[in-house]
């Protein structure tokens, strides 16, 4: 046992941050110390601190606060945009062009990029405000013991040391030993996951236990439900639970694979573009070609080999997305998390409140029959059935149990926002639902006056009540742990009238509450008695002699909708992970309900003692964890990373946000997620459908898919160009396209069609695919093979037909007018090929995308305008074709179309 002068030692550790140097296994474990050895060692008393050595400890310690990270400025956000090589290259682009005179393209390019910037901004600007969110959840006033006497302070000035004084709805002002206790229960659900209120006691306990363990700890920003006590400040600030929670969000996350993946496009391409435009200055330099015609063929190559649109469409692809998700509940705080969601491979979902309802529903009794309540949370809907027969709830047996247990209860159930809420203990709650389905709460509450209550404590584990009925008289009422209630009955009722309880009835009662309880029911036995208006009311007699009536088992019950759910996650391929701060068994029951994982469990515990590679070995045959810590959830998300998954995180509280942050997307819950997760997360499902994921996950998935299709699209054309333009050059040809006319096709020919198949609709084979490999490059290998085979059918026709207009003696800007209109509709036909990357165009609806119809109406409309309007001849060196030019035009385009239809049959699997 540490020594009090030890415990000083470790003293500024404990009471500061989390961040400290000192290891771990040093911090004082304040729950296994007795109470006098944590007082002393805190250099506090039973009658509190001194106001000089509260002001001392305050100005030594720093007010109980989280800090306040400095957040970037909206300034800083939008010019972050910038970074992105693929925009660093766009804007070398917009450079060239100037200095090769296109003044009017450069600005057009510079637009681009501001408009992505501007869209990236708006969606992240409320990005960073998790601290903020965990800040309000410090109470803002404490009572607190100063001088020897009680007084109200603002919680901020709460120091290690300070006496506090908690009641029942009070919120928990920092972390805190209890020295002493009346009935107190705290609710952690948004700090530990556990659903159920924590009853506390002050016996210490060993060193080595969960969080969730620690009965004899309060910690801030948890919720005193019931009872009262007087507890020690042990930790305030950065140092409590909560603090260490707040180090972890901060942490940022690290880049989407989609940033990622384009980025790397970007390098790649740019190292593309400067390495063929050196060769192609350096060949005509050599070749005696005039400096100034060499740099300009240079220039359009570094313009050709720019994709100016990609930034663009990908933006605009995630930021229709985000519309699309928000129609379906499901709401995009991050762009790029729309692509990350398509290619989720594990979600990882906290249990209370997202997997279940959180609220706690009385689902079975046990009188002499098995009676199934139907029905879920606290809205007082549902049936009672004995073998699938519906029963009438005046039954006397059900109506008898029902009664004693609204008698012996403190909790109350109301309308609120549309719904129901209790008022009270849930589990106290769950009876008065039940009493309110079967038609008796308003009946008996009017008739009933409370006389006498013996409140549930941890010694007795039980609750009694004395009660007057109109016309019945005074009524003992007891609710309990089922050995604790049997302990007081000497009689049962049964189908046959009220008999003596013997041995075997009591071996056969705690049988059936044990089998409930492996079934993850939380079991209270009830039991009643009359009692004459002349008996004492004394404890020992009135808690004597009572007649068994039977058990009810209650839990927080699955949503309807998951199962489904979950089943068309695992045909998506997508593996569901729970990770629970509840107990074993309940994570088991769960988890076994709605089939997910093999019936094995890890606990916190276990986790505590696995080593990294030893939770690698097994993460991957296990997905149920429970009676787990904020640590653990991040330990478990890291360890799925790790093996090649791509991880969502769902959660609704506290403990759930740096889970959220260190997943590769983090999804809150709208309705019961705390605002530190919802800060913490990169979507937000505003109805708590867990099914609304699943949902989410088709719109990601259509979304990539899209930008695949976008990229492959955008790529072809600009591989084509680079290679024309080489080609050409290597052959001794003039230059076939003006940097002007190569930016016409990319700024703005490209642009329409592209935006058609940003908003392609989602194909029926959409949630049957397995997810995509999450280390697959953009492009793939086959996407990459795809994109060359057709940007070598463009290359072929465009530069046959540029040579050919030579060789047949027309001038240099009339071939140059022919290749640019070749190219302009092999990008028309391009992008209609481009729908689908597996299925031919002749099975699909020819209208079944008319964006992308009109995009390729736009886009022929500016070609034609560049050809035939007078100042934009002058301005792009065009000339009008012949009827008999149209027709090589348009026929030798068909090249794409075919050579896309061979390439979908060739390689239908490397995409």
């Not at 072809?716 to 290679?723: H, I, M, Q």
């Not at 100042?871 to 348009?890: A, H, K, Y």
Request: with cysteine.
């Amino acid at each position: 046992m540490p020594k009090p002068n030890l415990i000083s030692d470790n003293y500024i550790y404990n009471c500061r941050s989390p961040s400290h140097s000192t290891s771990e296994a040093k911090r004082v474990k304040w729950h296994s110390i007795p109470t006098d050895e944590v007082l002393a060692g805190l250099k506090s008393g039973q009658k509190g601190l001194g106001s000089d050595d509260a002001a001392r400890k305050l100005f030594e310690y720093g007010p109980n606060q989280l800090e306040s990270p400095s957040k970037p400025s909206p300034i800083k956000i939008f010019l972050s945009k910038f970074k992105d090589y693929m925009v660093i290259v766009l804007i070398f682009a917009a450079l060239i062009s100037y200095i090769a005179g296109e003044s009017t393209n450069a600005y057009v390019i510079l637009g681009i990029v501001i408009l992505v910037a501007i869209i990236g901004f708006i969606q992240e600007y409320k990005a960073e405000r998790a601290m903020e969110a965990l800040r309000e959840m410090v109470a803002p006033e404490a009572d607190v013991m100063r001088d020897g006497k009680m007084s109200t302070i603002p919680a901020s000035e709460l120091v290690p040391g300070d006496i506090v004084y908690l009641d029942a709805g009070d919120k928990v002002p920092a972390d805190g030993r209890i020295i002493e206790e009346t009935a107190l229960e705290v609710i952690e659900a948004s700090l530990t996951g556990e659903s159920l209120p924590i009853k506390k006691s002050i016996e210490h306990l060993p060193e080595e236990i969960a969080l969730a363990d620690r009965k004899n700890m309060v910690f801030m920003g948890t919720i005193v439900s019931y009872g009262n006590c007087r507890a020690v400040v042990t930790a305030t600030g950065l140092a409590t639970e909560l603090g260490r929670i707040s180090g972890m969000i901060k942490q940022r996350p690290a880049d989407p694979p989609l940033k990622i993946k384009l980025e790397a496009l970007a390098k790649r391409q740019a190292i593309l573009v400067f390495v063929i435009s050196a060769i192609v200055f350096i060949l005509g330099a050599r070749q005696g070609t005039p400096l100034i015609d060499s740099l300009i063929a240079a220039i359009a190559l570094a313009v050709a080999g720019v994709p100016e649109a990609l930034p663009f469409v990908v933006t605009l692809a995630l930021a229709f997305g985000t519309q699309a998700m928000a129609k379906k509940n499901a709401i995009i705080r991050r762009l790029p998390a729309v692509e990350t969601l398509g290619s989720t491979t594990v979600i990882c979902t906290d249990k209370t409140g997202t997997l279940t309802t959180g609220e706690m529903t009385l689902r079975e009794i046990q009188t002499f029959r098995t009676i199934d309540v139907e029905g879920s949370g606290y809205s007082p809907e549902g049936s009672f059935s004995d073998q699938d027969r519906p029963i009438d709830p005046l039954e006397e047996d059900l109506a008898r149990l029902l009664k004693i247990g609204m008698l012996v209860n403190n909790a109350d159930i109301e309308k609120a926002n549309g719904g129901w809420r209790i008022v009270g203990d849930p589990t106290e709650g769950a009876i008065i639902v039940a009493a309110k389905k079967a038609g008796i709460l308003e009946r008996i509450k009017k008739s009933c006056t409370r006389i006498e209550e013996y409140p549930f404590d941890s010694d007795r584990r039980r609750m009694t009540t004395v009660d007057e009925i109109l016309g019945e008289g005074r009524i003992v009422s007891m609710k309990g742990a089922p050995e604790a209630v049997l302990d007081k009955c000497t009689r049962i009722a049964h189908a046959s009238g009220v008999l003596p309880l013997t041995d075997e009835d009591k071996k056969a009662i705690l049988a059936r509450a044990d089998d409930m309880a492996n079934r993850a029911l939380r079991v209270l036995a009830f039991a009643s008695k009359s009692l004459d208006s002349g008996d004492p009311l004394e404890m020992n007699l009135v808690e004597s002699d009572l007649i068994f009536a039977g058990l009810a088992g209650m839990m927080d019950p699955p949503r309807k909708e998951v199962m489904d759910a979950i089943s068309v996650s695992k045909r998506a391929g997508i593996r569901p992970v729970m990770i629970t701060g509840d107990h074993r068994l309940t994570a088991r029951a769960i988890g076994k309900e709605l089939d997910i994982g093999n019936g094995e469990v890890i606990e916190g515990a276990d986790l505590e003692r696995m080593s990294e590679e030893e939770l690698q070995e097994r993460i991957d045959e296990v997905s149920v964890f429970a009676r787990v810590t904020a640590e653990h959830k991040v330990r478990i998300v890291e360890a799925l990373k790790k093996r090649g998954n791509i991880v969502a995180m769902t959660g609704d509280g506290v403990n759930d946000a740096p889970a959220l942050k260190a997943a590769d997307i983090g999804i809150a819950m709208g309705k019961t997620g705390t605002e530190v997760t919802k800060e913490a997360s990169d979507m937000v499902i505003a109805d708590d459908n867990f099914a609304t994921i699943v949902g989410a996950v088709e719109e990601g998935r259509r979304i990539y898919d899209n930008i695949r299709k976008g990229t492959s699209y955008l790529l072809a054309v600009s591989f084509a160009e680079l290679a024309t333009i080489f080609i050409a050059v290597v052959l001794g040809y003039p230059i076939p396209l003006l940097a002007a006319q190569i930016l016409w096709i990319n700024v703005v020919a490209e642009e329409f069609p592209a935006i058609g198949l940003a908003l392609e609709p989602a194909h029926a084979e959409t949630m049957k695919k397995k997810p995509r490999d999450p280390t697959e490059s953009m492009p793939s290998r086959g996407l990459l093979i795809y994109t060359l085979i057709i940007a070598a059918a463009i290359v072929a026709g465009t530069l046959g037909l540029y040579i050919t207009s030579l060789e047949m003696g027309q001038d240099q800007s009339y071939a140059r007018t022919m290749a640019f209109v070749a190219l302009g509709f092999f990008t028309v036909y391009n992008a209609y090929s481009s729908r689908s990357l597996e299925e031919s165009i002749f099975r699909m609806n020819p209208l079944g995308n008319k964006t992308l119809l009109l995009g390729i109406a736009g886009s022929i409309f500016s070609i034609l305008a560049v050809v035939y309007i007078p100042f934009m001849q002058s301005i792009f060196q065009t000339r009008p074709l012949t009827s008999d030019s149209w027709v090589l035009v348009l026929g030798v385009g068909l090249l794409v179309v075919v050579a896309a239809e061979v390439m979908k049959k060739v390689l239908p699997g490397l995409r």
